[in-house]
């Protein structure tokens, strides 16, 4: 059974729909051909009590629905380039470093022009291809929640959380990326191996995939992968 206002499946039993609250409506019986009976006085129905909704629970629902909705309606999209500059589709995330006052945000691209903008200061850069990085699951809890950050050119590019994608703008030329333990923490011996990348008009869309290790007796280590860029989840 759907919902009837928002279409979401409803759990047989539950007399209203987990995500918007709707009540349940049942199913009208068809009538069964023979002989039926006169109908009789109509009985006395108690008032009936209005359906409570766990706010609660209905929080809890509507981000995973709408998460999984987000990655079933915007699946991977190779980005569009002018022979210099790249550019990702309206709608996609991404991560900068501004040049001008040096923040780090993440922010949506909101139209189909060249320059992605800052989140803080509003200005805006083209930029001549894309970095994605995934940090892949973890079965150990304590290794889930380890912080990783981002470095390119020993700079920091914020973190990447467990299970989560991150799109970086670059610009052209040559980079060295590594992953490494967050800025001013005692466990800052966690790093992982570096690559150095070159971003032009033929590698403007690079992609790597990282991994949090464990190690008996010592601090955890980071592996880092390239991978193919339809590799990389809800990006």
Do not use: W
């Amino acid at each position: 059974m759907n919902c009837v206002k928002c279409g979401n499946p409803i759990v047989e039993g539950n007399k209203f729909c987990m995500i918007c609250g709707t009540p349940v409506q049942a199913a009208p019986q068809a009538p069964v051909a023979g002989n039926a009976p006169a109908p009789g006085p109509a009985p006395e129905t108690a008032p009936v009590a209005p359906v409570e909704i766990n706010p609660q629970t209905v929080a809890q629902a509507q981000p995973q629905a709408q998460a999984h909705s987000t990655y079933q309606q915007i699946p991977y999209a190779a980005p569009t380039t002018d022979g210099t500059n790249i550019n990702i589709p309206i709608g996609r995330k991404y991560r900068v470093v501004c040049p001008d006052c040096q923040t780090v945000g993440d922010a949506l691209k909101r139209d189909a022009s060249f320059g992605f903008a800052c989140p803080r200061c509003g200005k805006a850069y083209a930029y001549g291809g894309q970095l994605l990085i995934y940090r892949m699951g973890n079965g150990l809890p304590s290794a889930a929640i380890v912080p990783v950050a981002i470095y390119i050119d020993n700079v920091f590019y914020g973190e990447v959380a467990n299970r989560e994608s991150v799109r970086i703008m670059l610009s052209s030329g040559t980079h060295v990326i590594g992953l490494g333990a967050r800025p001013g923490t005692r466990i800052n011996r966690m790093q992982s191996n570096q690559f150095q990348i070159t971003v032009g008009p033929q590698t403007n869309n690079l992609a790597f995939k990282v991994s949090v290790v464990y190690r008996y007796m010592g601090p955890y280590g980071l592996e880092l992968k390239q991978c193919n860029p339809e590799e990389v989840p809800d990006i």
